[in-house]
C-alpha cells in the first residue's frame, strides 16, 4: 500500500474480512434486537420500568468482569472456534429466553453469566483483523465497522420495532436465534482454521485452558499491559474521551423531557458518528487520521458546551451529531495500539480496550447523571462537554503521532511488569 493507505474496493476484496463483517453486522442487529426485545418481555411480565431499564442493560454489564478476568482466552484458543462458540451461546440463551419461561430473576441471571463471556468473543474478531487486513487496511476495516456498527444498531432497532409488533418479544428472540445460526455458519464456513497466538503467555497448565490459569494469565497480562506507559496512553485516550461522550448522550431525554424527541437527538449522534468514521477512513491520509486524532478528540466535547444556552430538539440534534463525528478520532490511534502491543496478547488487549469503553460508558453515564441531580440536565451535558474538552487536551500526548523510528517489541508474554515497561514501542476497541 502507498502511504495514500488502502481503499474500500482493496478491504472487500479480502474474503476473511468479508466473512468477518457480515457476521459484525449480524452479530450488531442481532444484539441489538435482543436487547430490545428481553426489555419488553421483562416489561411485560412485571410491569416495572426498572426492570425492563436492567434488562435492556444487562448486556452490557458483564463486561467489566469478563475484561478484568477471562481475556486471555482470546488469545489462547484458536478465533474461529471462539467466534463460533459465541454466535451458538446467543443461539441457545435466545431460545432459553423466548420459549423455557424463566423467571425474570433467572432470564436476568442468564444474559449476565453469558454476558462474562462477551468480550472474549469481540476480542478475538479485533485481534484477527490485523492478520487478515494488515497496515492501513486494517484502519480502514476498522473504520467500516464503525459505520457497521451505528448502522447496524439503528436497523436492529428499526427490524426489532417491528417484529415486537409482528410477533411479539418471544418471536423477536427467535429471530435473533437465527441471525446468530446464520453467523456461526458464516464463520465456520467462511474462515480457514488459525491456531490460538498466546500459548506462550502463560505457563503449561494454564495453556492448556484451565479455568484458574485463564483468570491468572488475563489478571498478569492486563497489569503488564497498563504499566506500559505507551499502552496506557492509547487505552486511556481510547476510553475518556468517549466516557464523556456517554455522559452527555445520557442527558438527552432528561434534558428534552420526551423520547420522541430525545430519539432524534440519539439517532442524530448515531448518524454523525458513522458520517466521521467514514469520511476519515476514506478520505484521510493515513499520517493525516493520526494528526487529526487530537482535535477530533476536542471536537467531541466542543459541541455540548452550547448547551448552557439551551438549544432546542433541532440544534440539540445537530450539536450531537457534530459530536459523535469526532469519535472518528481513535482511527488515528488503530495502527498505533496495534504496533504498541505484543502479538501474542493482541486479542486480549483488543479486548481490554473494548471492555474499558463500555465500563468507562456506563460510569460516564452515571457520574453525569449524579451531577444532574443537582444542576438540572442541560448543566450537567455543559459539564460534560467540559470534561470531554480537558480530557482530550491532557491526553494530547497520547493522541498525538508517535515519534518515528521505535521498535516494536517482539514478546512481552513471560516478561514482568517491569521489562514490559521498559522496551521501547512505535505507539488504536467493540
Known sequence: MTERGATFGQVFAVREFRVLFGSFALLISGDSIKMLALSVLVYAQTGSPGLS???????????????????????????????????LVRVVVCLL???????????????????????????????????????????????????????????????????LAATGPRGALAVTAALSAVAALVLRYGLPYRPGRGAAVGDDSAARGAAGGAVRVTLRVNRSLMVDRRVRGLLLASWLPCMCLAGAEAMVVPYLGGQGQAGVVLAAAAGGMAVGEFTVGRFAAPAVRERLSLPLAVLIGLPWLAFLMAP???????????????????????????????????????????????TGQAIGAAAIGVLSEATGPGTAIFAAG???????????????????????????????????TEVVRPSRGG
Do not use: C, H, N
Not at 53 to 77: E, H, K, T, V
Open 312 to 358: 432546542g430538539v433541532a440544534w440539540a440534534a445537530v450539536l450531537a451529531a457534530v459530536s459523535a463525528a469526532g469519535v472518528s478520532y481513535q482511527l488515528g490511534l488503530q495502527r498505533r495500539f496495534v504496533d504498541a502491543v505484543p502479538e501474542e496478547v493482541r486479542g486480549q488487549a483488543f479486548g481490554l480496550l473494548s471492555a474499558g469503553l463500555m
Open 386 to 420: 467540559v470534561a470531554g474538552v480537558l480530557v482530550a487536551l491532557a491526553l494530547s500526548g497520547a493522541l498525538r503521532p508517535a515519534p518515528a523510528g521505535d521498535a516494536r517489541p517482539t514478546s512481552a508474554g513471560d516478561a514482568g511488569p517491569e521489562e514490559v
Open 53 to 87: 431499564a436492567a434488562a435492556y442493560m444487562a448486556g452490557w454489564l458483564p463486561y467489566i468482569l469478563g475484561g478484568m478476568f477471562l481475556l486471555s482466552l482470546a488469545d489462547r484458543l484458536p478465533p474461529r472456534a471462539v467466534m463460533v462458540v459465541g454466535e
Open 97 to 163: 429466553l423466548a420459549f423455557a419461561g424463566l423467571p425474570v430473576p433467572v432470564m436476568l441471571g442468564l444474559v449476565l453469566v453469558t454476558g462474562l463471556f462477551a468480550p472474549v468473543f469481540g476480542a478475538a474478531r479485533s485481534a484477527l483483523l490485523p492478520d487478515v487486513l494488515p497496515g492501513d487496511a486494517f484502519v480502514l476495516a476498522r473504520s467500516l465497522m464503525g459505520v457497521t456498527s451505528a448502522g447496524a444498531q439503528i436497523a436492529g432497532l428499526a427490524v426489532g420495532g417491528a417484529f
